[in-house]
């Protein structure tokens, strides 16, 4: 039930652990490590993870050029994004919006609904 691959980034809501693979899939852990299920939308390794506590929204990014909303609960995705030409391997709250960095020397600021 653990990544196959190497783990790249981890991040916590109030119920779960979430945990981001180059296995190109999301795991999703209690808080006490057991597992609750696996998250797969990405089509390459998955780098970085936040979680919106506004919206009870999880973010994933990776190397297939794409930004993911999940919905904390069902685990589906709500919303992808693919403004970036390569890989994404950053994602930060600040305030309202969510900063996304790649590899195509961008940075760019998303609102909480996803829009830039």
Known sequence: ??????????????????????DWTIRVWDKHGSFVKLLSGHSNWVRALAF?????????????????????????????????????????????NIWSASCDCTIRIWSNSGDP
């Open 1 to 22: 039930q653990g990544h196959t691959a190497a783990v790249y980034s981890l991040i916590a809501s109030d119920k779960y652990v979430f945990s981001a693979s180059q």
């Open 52 to 96: 919106n506590f506004q919206t009870n929204l999880l973010w994933s990014a990776g190397d297939d050029n794409t930004i993911k909303i999940w919905n904390e609960q069902g685990g589906q995705i709500v919303k992808e994004m693919n403004s970036h030409s390569k890989g994404v391997w950053a994602l930060l709250i600040v305030d309202e």
